[in-house]
């Protein structure tokens, strides 16, 4: 019996010695995010960065996204890894606020500087989970919006589609709230999974972004170019525009303007500045200065 005993003992505790030492390190890396984000939110550590969208059509800019980064670290190695914990956590309110008010403050600045028009569209990024938060407080973007001189109908709140919405019934309230005040809609991500299709249907968006994955290769495969096509079809029945994330091959942004798409964005186009740069075709594309097929 002994030796049953010590035999268990053998194999089990350096079991247990492994998982206790697992166990001090997953709670040293949580307590060094914590720390960094409590940092970050206190110091407004984000870099925030302007990336072009443009008519497929016509090659007008019509507007930029918004990106907010946080400082490369040793809790946060990439913008991913910081948005992914923030997502586990209960700060997502306070960075989203913190997001919000980087994002206007930087492009009024950077619309300053270089002495340009800001009459662009602006889409913003937006948890989704923000918008219904019991500590939002109504009027909040509009003041932000009036101290920056920026208007309403400017601006275009992405929801991701990795966020799922379960409560459509009052969130689609909480957005006819923002749209009366001349906000408009747009789903991110869309292609990339069931909950973007019941959004579409539910939500209404005004703007519909299709994921990268479903851009990549577009001109090489088939399933996606038949995805695609009932996508284009559906928001020129419902009037919503349709603008392509992650265009980086010349054949992909061929493809996508033979194929009606509204707008686009991606490094083939422009990439992410610190300051505003309009997006533009590469040169060896030829402008073709034809009517836009926007949706009235």
Same mark, same amino acid.
């Given at each position: ?6 035999? /268990? ?28 984000? +409590?940092? =970050? ?9 302007? +990336?072009?969208? =443009?008519? &497929?059509?016509?090659? *007008? ?24 914990? /923030? ?13 919000? %008010? ?21 889409? =913003? ?15 909040? !973007?509009?003041?932000?919006?009036? %101290? ?10 992405? &929801? $991701?589609?990795? !966020? #799922? ?15 009366? *005040? @001349?906000?408009? /809609?747009?789903?991110?991500?869309? @292609? ?5 299709? +019941?959004?579409?249907?539910?939500? %209404? ?14 001109? *090489?495969?088939?399933?996606?170019? *038949? ?13 919503? $525009? ?25 490094? #083939?186009?422009? %990439? ?25």
């Amino acid at each position: 019996m002994t030796n049953v005993f010590h035999h /268990i003992f053998t194999r089990s505790f350096p079991s247990y010695l492994n998982y206790k030492k697992y166990s001090r390190r997953k709670d040293y890396n949580q307590y060094k995010k914590f720390t960094e984000l +409590q940092k =970050i939110l206190r110091h407004e550590m984000l870099h925030t960065f302007f +990336q072009p969208v =443009i008519n &497929l059509q016509t090659g *007008q800019n019509v507007g930029y996204e918004i990106l907010n980064r946080p400082p490369s670290s040793y809790a946060f190695p990439n913008t991913e890894s910081f948005f992914d914990y /923030i997502g586990q956590t209960n700060q997502v309110f306070q960075v989203e606020q913190l997001c919000r %008010k980087k994002s206007l403050e930087m492009y009024s600045n950077s619309c300053k500087k270089r002495h340009i028009n800001h009459r662009s569209l602006i889409f =913003i990024n937006v948890h989704p989970q923000v918008l219904t938060h019991t500590n939002y407080k109504s009027g909040t !973007t509009l003041n932000l919006l009036k %101290k920056f001189n920026i208007s309403p109908n400017q601006i275009v709140f992405e &929801l $991701t589609e990795k !966020t #799922a919405v379960t409560d459509y019934d009052h969130f689609t309230k909480v957005l006819a709230n923002y749209r009366s *005040q @001349g906000f408009r /809609i747009a789903i991110d991500d869309a @292609g990339s999974g069931y909950n973007s299709l +019941q959004s579409l249907v539910y939500i %209404k968006p005004e703007f519909i972004k299709l994921d990268k994955t479903l851009i990549r290769c577009i001109d *090489q495969d088939r399933v996606k170019q *038949q995805l695609l096509k009932l996508l284009i079809d559906f928001a020129n029945q419902s009037n919503t $525009t349709v603008i392509a994330e992650g265009i980086e091959r010349f054949e992909e942004l061929m493809y996508l303007r033979q194929h009606r798409v509204h707008m686009g964005q991606g490094y #083939a186009i422009g %990439k992410p500045s610190s300051i505003i740069t309009e997006g533009k075709f590469p040169k060896h594309v030829v402008e073709k200065r034809s009517t836009s097929y926007l949706p009235n």
